[in-house]
């Protein structure tokens, strides 16, 4: 085979001969090339197809990580509106706790100082020792040091204490209300209850029950004691109440009729003076009279009578009854 070369500079033409075979080795050789060529730019167009098949990739494990946090940040985000939620109900619970803390602190402070004002009452009622039982004091406590540690009181806990507190401390108050009740009508009980001697000094010259009647001679019933004293001596009452009769009544002459409660009336007769007038009240003790010899008498003494429900009884068991 020949081929001819032509040359535009010199103008002038050549040829060369190529055996076969040469050209068959051409031939391939451009065949090979052309492969190679092809085969290289396969690959460089395979790099830019996985270069970009891994971006694609990237990009979507980015967005994928990026979907990840958005999700995480929401349940965070309502994790936290959750706990802000619980803080204000137990914010709101807190202050509930506080009011009634404070309710129960000032009920239990009214109730301390009722207390402290009854429990100075029976101090002085009961004759105590003031120093002893001085209810403005806090009294003394104390204790050696825990080796256990120490746990801090929880709000509940400490509610329910103090409300316990306070019932135990309305019971005390009922309590010493009625122990107090009890020491006063135990004293006035003392007060008006017929005791002791109408008159100081003097005798009892005509006892209760028959006797020889000094007018007549004859027997009768004596329904209280005669007292001989001399004229003008006090007459006093042997036990509070109400002056029911005050003046003069056949055969008693100057008389007081004083009713003392539980069915109880003490009569003073044969008075020289009265000192008291009807309603007056008279306490135990008190000078309602003065020893005279008016109505049906000898001469100056006291006529002493006790009635309980209407019927007399016995003097002399209340006048020994004086302490």
Not at 27 to 32: F, K, T
Not at 221 to 232: L, M, P, Q, W, Y
Request: charged fraction near 25%; hydrophobic fraction near 35%.
């Amino acid at each position: 085979m020949k081929i001819l070369l032509l040359s535009d500079r010199h103008h002038k033409s050549g040829s060369i001969t190529i055996s076969p075979w040469l050209m068959v080795v051409i031939v391939v050789l451009a065949i090979a090339g052309a492969s190679t060529t092809a085969s290289w730019y396969g690959y460089q167009m395979g790099l830019d197809e996985g270069t970009d098949q891994g971006r694609k990739h990237e990009q979507q494990r980015l967005q994928h990580r990026l979907q990840a946090a958005i999700v995480s940040s929401k349940s965070l985000q309502s994790t936290i509106d959750q706990q802000r939620k619980e803080w204000e109900v137990n914010k709101i619970q807190t202050n509930e706790h506080l009011n009634v803390l404070a309710l129960k602190l000032g009920q239990l402070q009214s109730h301390v100082v009722r207390l402290n004002a009854l429990g100075e009452r029976l101090t002085t009622m009961g004759k105590l020792d003031s120093e002893e039982f001085d209810f403005k004091k806090i009294p003394g406590r104390g204790g050696v040091d825990s080796q256990s540690k120490p746990s801090a009181v929880d709000l509940k806990e400490l509610v329910k204490e103090i409300d316990s507190l306070s019932r135990v401390i309305e019971d005390r108050e009922v309590k010493l209300s009625v122990l107090e009740n009890l020491i006063m009508n135990t004293d006035m009980q003392k007060e008006i209850h017929p005791s002791g001697r109408p008159l100081k000094g003097g005798y009892i010259s005509s006892k209760f029950g028959m006797r020889i009647d000094p007018f007549t001679g004859k027997k009768i019933f004596h329904n209280g004691v005669d007292i001989a004293s001399k004229r003008g001596t006090p007459i006093n009452a042997v036990g509070s109440g109400i002056v029911i009769f005050s003046g003069t009544k056949s055969g008693y002459g100057k008389v007081v009729k004083v009713q003392h409660g539980n069915g109880f009336v003490t009569i003073y007769a044969h008075n020289h003076e009265l000192m008291v007038k009807f309603g007056d009240y008279v306490t135990k003790g008190q000078k309602i009279a003065t020893v005279g010899s008016t109505g049906r008498s000898t001469g100056p003494h006291l006529h002493f009578e006790v009635q309980l429900d209407g019927k007399t009884v016995n003097p002399v068991n209340y006048l020994s009854a004086a302490k």
